[in-house]
């Protein structure tokens, strides 16, 4: 609350703008609306700049839960220091919140794209996170108190019919400001070129407001310096603009170790897909062999080519990066779909079989492999990810071209909703196979799909003799998560037989999903592979059929192994992951 000026207490020291109502060049009515319309896009501004924190570092790092907590208590206790802060500037409310808003221009604009180059040099983001968290938030808490001194000096009211006004603007703000971001901003112009413009309207509504409306207030040397400030400000925000470009691709060949040759931003993820072409990068010198049978399920010998020679269109092995994050790639997406798709295919039936994610069309791939198969439906939430796998020469190689088969059904929506909503009745009624190619458990926008009820609905699509398999994550990083899942499907009411399949090691961008790290203290194992859940309505079988087709990676002997060496490690007691208690994040 802003107490009234106290005559008694007037000075001849006082600044000129400290007392007395503002000289406009407008009258105090208009004016008083300049001053809330500034309001409502700061606030809009100010939204902005949080979400795209929550967002980019959510995308960076993959756990949108406590990316979010981390974002929104810094900031807001950031703001009540702001706020304490702003008591000296309110006798130069006018100067003050034009600095203030050339600062929190420059920082807020600068924010997305300062969070992006740590972690592609640097290889974190948290610290950095914390500190444009922490920075923003004091600016942005600061804004209020000198917009209350502005507003009462337009045109002196109580204050609290100042304070409902001032705040009515404020969250009317917010609400264009949240809204804008995910439906306009970030589909449009991406993260860091809409944090740029975002900046560029924070400055311009914050100087225009004061060198124009209140201008009487303002020195000449304050009006020239608030003027020098502003356009410095706008033309570093310009020059990031033009640079978005070519920042963009030095980061992502950062993080991703080579030139990325296809990136986009799909209405879901972003898709990068690295490394080249030709048979050398897509695994396709022995494509002969591969598409045969063996009849006995051994695994053969890899014959690719190592090095980028022949890797048409780049250099190195095709790998596809799914928001920062590996997901497959012609060095491991062998034996990671091999390990996921053949012990589910070799326990009995395997006519009809349901993906549900593998838009990359790997996972179809080896099911395509298998005789007797009659009808293949891929369920995947992202169309243009599907449509990369059918169009990019590098991916659509590396699945052999699984999603243009005659047996194959693409169907573009979201895997628990088609689920829930019967589309496995409406595609002709339960399936022999059920394959979760699906991302890791442990990030927030995958909980639902690693749930009982997902499980539930899962096991109403299968046949009374069908199998799901679940690839569930590393069982040696996160032993829990992966143990959870397994509860979670016996929960559901099936039976279950976990394993585990080494992978090979891994880089330092590769290390968040399906690959490895170094091995935990103490154990001599390389945390290094994939852990799957193999279920069914009765205890499924470990095994590889006679006629499953000649594999890279996998043997049968191999497959038992995983089987004991997995079932000695199992956390008995579990809770399941629910809905409503996802513990896949405790």
């Known amino acids: 609350m802003i107490d009234p000026p106290d ?36 606030a809009a501004c100010g939204i902005v700049y949080e979400l795209e924190l929550v967002a980019l570092s959510s995308y960076l790092t993959g756990d949108s839960v406590t990316q979010a907590s981390v974002v929104l208590s810094v900031m807001v206790f950031a703001m009540g220091i702001g706020s304490l802060l702003a008591k000296r500037l309110r006798c130069r409310a006018a100067l003050g919140f034009g600095a203030l808003e050339a600062g929190l221009a420059l920082v807020g604009g600068f924010s997305a794209m300062a969070l992006y180059a740590c972690y592609a040099w640097f290889g974190q983001s948290r610290c950095a996170l914390v500190a444009f968290s922490l920075a923003i938030g004091a600016l942005i808490g600061a804004e209020v108190p000198l917009l209350m001194t502005l507003i009462q000096r337009v045109r002196r009211q109580d204050a609290g019919g100042a304070v409902a006004d001032l705040f009515a603007a404020d969250y009317v703000g917010a609400l264009v400001g949240g809204l804008a971001f995910p439906f306009l901003l970030l589909p449009l112009l991406g993260q860091v070129s809409g944090a740029l413009l975002t900046g560029s309207v924070n400055a311009v509504a914050g100087g225009g407001l004061v060198l124009w409306l209140f201008r009487s207030d303002l020195s000449a040397r304050a009006r020239w310096g608030l003027i020098l400030a502003n356009v410095l400000v706008l033309a570093l925000l310009a ?64 014959r690719q080519a190592a090095g980028a020679g022949g890797a048409a269109g780049g250099g190195g092995p095709l790998g596809l990066y799914l928001d920062g994050r590996l997901r497959a790639s012609a060095g491991d997406g ?48 992202d169309s243009g990810m599907i449509r990369l796998a059918r169009t990019d020469p590098g991916l659509s190689a590396l699945n052999r071209h699984a999603l243009d088969d005659p047996r194959v059904r693409v169907v573009p929506g979201d895997v628990f909703e088609w689920l829930r909503r019967g589309g496995a009745a409406r595609d002709g009624g339960p399936y022999d196979v059920i394959v979760a190619d699906l991302p890791d458990p442990g990030s927030q926008a995958s909980t639902k799909l690693y749930s009982e009820e997902f499980y539930g609905l899962a096991a109403r699509a299968l046949a009374k003799d069908g199998r799901l398999v679940v690839h569930a994550g590393e069982p040696l990083i ?80 191999g497959l038992r192994a995983a089987g004991r060496a997995a079932g000695r490690d199992r956390i008995a007691g579990l809770p399941p992951s629910t809905l409503m208690h996802p513990r896949h994040l405790d």
């Open 478 to 557: 996160r032993p829990r998560s992966y143990w959870t899942v397994d509860a979670t499907v016996r929960a559901a009411g099936l039976r279950t037989a976990p394993y585990r399949i080494p992978g090979r090691p891994a880089g330092r961008n590769d290390a968040a999903e399906r690959s490895c790290a170094p091995a935990p203290p103490g154990t001599g194992r390389a945390a290094c592979g994939w852990g799957f859940v193999l279920a069914a309505h009765r205890t499924p079988r470990l095994d590889l059929a006679p006629d499953t087709p000649a594999l890279r990676s996998l043997t049968r002997d």
């Open 7 to 42: 005559p008694v207490r007037r000075g001849a020291s006082d600044p000129p703008e400290a007392t007395g109502p503002a000289r406009l060049p407008v009258p105090a009515g208009i004016g008083r609306l300049l001053v809330l319309a500034t309001v409502f896009v700061c």
């Open 334 to 381: 062998f034996p990671y779909h091999e390990g996921l798709v053949h012990p589910a295919m070799s326990g009995g039936p395997h006519r009809r079989v349901l993906v549900l994610g593998g838009g990359d069309g790997l996972a179809a791939r080896e099911v395509l492999r298998c005789h007797g198969v009659v009808s293949v439906t891929v369920v995947e939430p």
């Open 239 to 302: 020059a990031g603009t033009l640079l978005v470009a070519p920042f963009e691709r030095a980061a992502r060949d950062a993080v991703y170790g080579s030139a990325a040759r296809v990136a986009v931003r799909t209405g879901v993820q972003e898709v990068v897909i690295t490394g080249g072409t030709g048979p050398a990068a897509t695994g396709r010198t022995d494509a002969a062999d591969y598409r045969g049978s063996s009849g006995r399920g051994a695994a053969k010998p890899e």
